[in-house]
């Protein structure tokens, strides 16, 4: 059975997890858009974006509440890859 799911893009807020990791593993984030049909034999295209360098947060101890801001602003670079 396929499941269907609405894309509401604007009120989507993406958890904080790989914020997280990418701070504990002392990496950038590249971020990515995927645009098309995703499903067997369908066209998609990849957007990349200029990696996310977080090194400022390296060894910080940082609250939820931080790691979602950081979260949204990746959210924001992903959106604009949009085309």
């Known amino acids: 059975k396929r499941v269907k ?3 509401d893009e604007k009120n989507t807020r993406a958890k904080p997890g790989a914020v997280m990791i990418a701070i504990r593993a002392q990496v950038p984030i590249q971020p990515a858009y995927i645009s ?3 499903g067997f ?3 998609i295209t990849v ?3 200029k990696p996310i360098y977080l090194d400022k947060y390296y060894g910080e ?3 939820v509440e931080e790691l ?3 979260t949204d602003i ?4 992903i959106r ?4």
Do not use: T, V
Not at 74 to 77: A, E, L, N, P, V
């Open 5 to 7: 799911y609405e894309k």
């Open 36 to 38: 098309g049909k995703i």
């Open 41 to 43: 034999m369908r066209k």
């Open 47 to 49: 957007s990349y974006g």
């Open 61 to 63: 101890k940082l609250s």
């Open 68 to 70: 979602q801001s950081i």
């Open 74 to 77: 990746m959210m924001q670079d």
């Open 80 to 83: 604009k890859l949009k085309k």
